[in-house]
């Protein structure tokens, strides 16, 4: 109602939020979105671009502050902030490398490896590489024909089944930042859940990526 009155839509007001919000709020959804989230996610290339010119401009305001004996309370302030943005910044890169370095294969193969960063797909190369040789010197030369594949049983799998893959199917806690309204958690439309702004639920993480990517659901 209020929103129809204003003029807005909800996507328009969806963005307005977004924009109302700090680079640190930010980061620390995403942070929190990539935690929770089974499979890797949309690298944030501006947001930590932004990020780690902030904590550039933090570590020179603080070393500056420091060097002039400032007040004593504005130091540890200016310190807290830095503390908290160095944090979210190292953890989300922290978590987004495990993820890499668990389904490197699986990623190099389908679309996910678009939400690699430049750095985060040459990391991962090295990783494949480093395994196949290290497998192939130490395991793989040494079985018969037809077992020597790290990514299949025997060369009779259909599929790499020995890639691990994420578990898309796993539950998670999720909470919507608008009224999406009712939402079909399953192809053939038997499962069907009404999700309303602020509220949290326990869903099927497969049944919402597409909201989570779209950033109508933050996870939790």
């Not at 129809?4 to 959804?29: I, P, Y």
């Not at 979210?88 to 690699?116: A, F, G």
């Not at 960063?117 to 290290?134: G, L, T, V």
């Amino acid at each position: 109602m209020d929103s129809q009155l204003g003029g807005r839509s909800e996507e328009e007001e969806a963005a307005a939020a977004m924009e109302a919000q700090t680079d640190v709020d930010l980061l620390k959804r995403a942070w929190r979105n990539e935690k929770a989230a089974p499979e890797i996610l949309q690298f944030e290339a501006g947001l930590v671009q932004r990020a780690r010119e902030q904590i550039q401009l933090l570590e020179e305001t603080v070393e500056e502050f420091t060097e002039n004996r400032s007040d004593d309370l504005v130091v540890p302030l200016y310190q807290m902030d830095l503390d908290r943005a160095l944090f979210l910044l190292r953890s989300y890169l922290r978590i987004r490398l495990q993820k890499i370095e668990k389904y490197m294969v699986h990623i190099s193969k389908t679309n996910l490896w678009n939400r690699l960063s430049e750095q985060e797909q040459r990391f991962a190369k090295r990783c494949i590489d480093i395994m196949e040789k290290h497998l192939d010197q130490s395991v793989l030369s040494r079985l018969p024909y037809g077992y020597q594949s790290m990514l299949k049983q025997s060369i009779s799998s259909e599929e790499d089944d020995m890639v691990p893959e994420p578990q898309l199917n796993t539950y998670v806690f999720c909470k919507s930042k608008s009224d999406v309204g009712a939402f079909q958690l399953d192809d053939m439309g038997e499962e069907i859940v009404d999700l309303v702004a602020d509220d949290l639920y326990v869903l099927r993480y497969n049944s919402i990526k597409g909201l989570v990517d779209g950033g109508r659901i933050d996870l939790v």
